[in-house]
C-alpha cells in the first residue's frame, strides 16, 4: 500500500469575501488608533457616562439648586479668607496643594480660593444625582477632578507663588530644567521608550 501525500489547493477568497476582510481590517486599525489616542479607554463609554449625568442632572432642579446654595455659601466663606487673611477654613479652601504660606497673600489667594470654590462645585455636580448609575457617577466625578486639576494654579508656573519664586532665586534655571525633562519625555514617548528612572523599580523587589 503506497503512501500518498494530499496537496490542499489553497482557497481563492470570493471578491464579497475579500471585500468583508478589507472593511474589518479597516475598522480594526481605526478602532486601534482611536484607543492609543484615548489611553485604552472608550470614548464611546465616556460619551455615555456624560451623557447619563448631564441628562439627569438637567431634570433634576433640587439638585441644582443645592449645588448654586452650598457654591454660593463657599464663595462667601472664601471672600472672608480673602478679607481675614489666615483665618481658619471650615467648610472649603483647606486644599493641602495650597497650605504654604506664600499662598495667604494677594493674588495667590484669589487663585487658590476661587479655584476651590469652582472644584467643590463640580465635585457636588457630579455626585448624588437622582437616576445616575453608580459606575458613571465614580467616572464623572473622577474625570472632572482631573480636568479641574488641569487648571489648579498650584500646576500653573506663574500663579503659583513657590514656583515664581523659585524661579526668581534660580534665574530660571529651574524652567530650563523643567523644559529638558518635558522634551526628555517627549521623546521617550514618540520613540515608545519607558519613563526615566523606571529601570531602578524591579517587580517583586522594590515595585
Not at 465616556?46 to 464663595?75: C, F, N, R
Not at 479652601?93 to 497673600?105: E, I, K, L, Y
Not at 529651574?174 to 522634551?183: E, S
Request: hydrophobic letters at 40%; charged letters at 20%; a negative charge.
Amino acid at each position: 500500500m503506497s503512501n500518498q501525500i494530499q496537496v490542499q489547493t489553497p482557497v481563492t477568497p470570493t471578491p464579497a469575501e475579500q471585500w468583508q476582510d478589507l472593511i474589518h481590517k479597516i475598522d480594526r486599525h481605526t478602532q486601534g488608533k482611536m484607543g492609543q489616542m484615548m489611553g485604552g479607554v472608550s470614548h464611546i463609554h465616556s460619551m455615555l457616562v456624560y451623557l447619563d449625568w448631564l441628562s439627569h442632572l438637567a431634570i433634576s432642579p433640587g439638585k441644582q439648586l443645592d449645588v448654586i446654595k452650598s457654591t454660593l455659601e463657599d464663595a462667601q466663606e472664601a471672600a472672608a479668607n480673602l478679607i481675614q487673611p489666615g483665618r481658619q477654613s471650615t467648610n472649603c479652601c483647606t486644599d493641602p496643594r495650597f497650605a504654604s504660606a506664600a499662598w495667604q497673600h494677594w493674588p495667590y489667594n484669589l487663585y487658590a480660593q476661587t479655584f476651590q470654590v469652582m472644584e467643590r462645585a463640580w465635585d457636588r455636580a457630579t455626585r448624588d444625582v437622582p437616576g445616575v448609575s453608580h459606575k458613571h457617577e465614580n467616572i464623572a466625578t473622577f474625570a472632572a477632578r482631573q480636568w479641574m486639576d488641569v487648571f489648579s494654579p498650584s500646576n500653573v508656573p506663574w500663579m503659583n507663588p513657590d514656583v515664581v519664586k523659585a524661579t526668581q532665586d534660580e534665574h530660571g534655571m529651574n524652567l530650563f530644567r523643567g523644559a529638558l525633562n518635558w522634551l526628555d519625555d517627549l521623546h521617550r514617548i514618540v520613540h515608545k521608550l519607558p519613563p526615566a528612572g523606571v529601570e531602578a523599580f524591579k517587580p517583586g523587589e522594590n515595585v
